[in-house]
């Protein structure tokens, strides 16, 4: 069973205490999963926060932990978040009809 810990629906360093809260509620070694269900904004503190927590669990000896993605589709308008084939962080996209270079 893995135990969920829930990502602030806003989540920067003034909301770090909660996530750390949920984080630090059992043993590194647990399956965990990373509720991002509700997230609506995260700062690159917060991402790096859960990037963080997540390699403590792995050097801990404890399974990677999941992450689940927003369900507000707004949040997929960020180039931020992409497909699992492709890197986490990608060069923004051009919004005229120029292309980006390489």
Known sequence: MSRVVEVPAWFDDRSFEQFAHSFSQGALTDRMLFDARAAQWASPFGLIAMLTAAQAVREAGGPAPVFTVPTICSVFRS???TVASRPLLTKPRPRSGAT???
């Open 79 to 81: 180039t931020m978040l």
């Open 100 to 102: 980006a270079m390489p």
